[in-house]
Structure formats: structure tokens, C-alpha cells
């Protein structure tokens, strides 16, 4: 899937996109039992994250919260992969 939207951004001139996915291996169920699965993220697209900025103020505010957001993710992730340790 990626290697499409990369290949749609390259026809615009755009050789280098970027994309990205998080992926998170749960081993036990609600019940505790083992019942290994993943849960995936993955970006739908592709982004340019060199190209000039050319958005409004309420556009900037969303980059703080999904900045926010990571970072409050991050910190979880770190403690779940502790306790699961």
C-alpha cells in the first residue's frame, strides 16, 4: 500500500515521501490467556515534511496537539513495555 502512494507522490515530483506505522503486539486477552495479535497504525498517505508550510494559525494548533498527543502516547507505550516485561 505504501509503495503506491510513494510511487503517486514520485509522479508529482516528489521523490522522497515519507510515511509511518505503529505497531503493537498484545499477548493475552481480556482473560488473560494467550492470544498473541496485533493492533496497527498506519498513516493513510504519504507527506512531504520538507516542503514549505503554507497553513493557517488553527492548522498550527492541530501540529501542537498531535504533538501533545504523541507524546502522551510515547510515555504509555514506555510504561506498558515495562510492566509487560
Known amino acids: 500500500m ?3 502512494y510513494r510511487k503517486r507522490l514520485a ?13 503493537v503486539i498484545q499477548r493475552a486477552n481480556s482473560d488473560l490467556r ?6 496497527v ?9 520538507w516542503l514549505p508550510n503554507d497553513r493557517s494559525d488553527e492548522e498550527s494548533k492541530d501540529d501542537v496537539q498531535r504533538s501533545q ?3 502522551w502516547l510515547t ?10 516485561e
Open 41 to 49: 497504525l498506519q498513516l493513510d498517505g504519504v507527506y512531504a515534511p
Open 11 to 23: 509522479d508529482r515530483g516528489i521523490a522522497d515521501g515519507e510515511y509511518g506505522a505503529v505497531t
Open 69 to 71: 498527543f504523541r507524546s
Open 2 to 4: 505504501t509503495s503506491n
Open 75 to 84: 510515555e504509555r507505550y514506555c510504561l506498558l513495555s515495562c510492566l509487560l
Open 34 to 39: 494467550l492470544s498473541p495479535h496485533f493492533h
